[in-house]
């Protein structure tokens, strides 16, 4: 136990021109990029929800990332919370 990293799980929502820009798919990118797991997914409302999962250097590298998104889209806002749960996910996709 002891040699196993921290495990930070976050819930984060994005709002702007977040749909139909690709980004999702690049989200999913940029995750297999930095190592993070968990999903991203489409909102009805517009927005993109992700939960993201990995090193606490993991996490806020897709945080960062995520409040730019891929070339097209316009973040207005982000937000996140931290999540306690006890699921670990294997790899990072669309849902």
């Avoid at 139909?20 to 999903?39: E, I, Q």
């Amino acid at each position: 136990m002891a040699n196993e990293p921290l495990i930070e799980t976050v819930m984060v929502h994005v709002r702007g021109k977040v749909q139909g820009v690709g980004f999702r798919m690049a989200t999913v990118r940029r995750a297999h990029m930095v190592g993070a797991t968990g999903w991203v997914q489409n909102r009805t409302d517009g927005s993109v929800e992700a939960l993201v999962q990995g090193t606490p250097d993991q996490v806020d590298q897709m945080l960062e990332w995520m409040g730019k998104g891929p070339p097209g889209a316009v973040v207005k806002e982000i937000t996140s919370h931290r999540e306690y749960i006890d699921k670990r996910y294997r790899n990072f996709q669309q849902l």
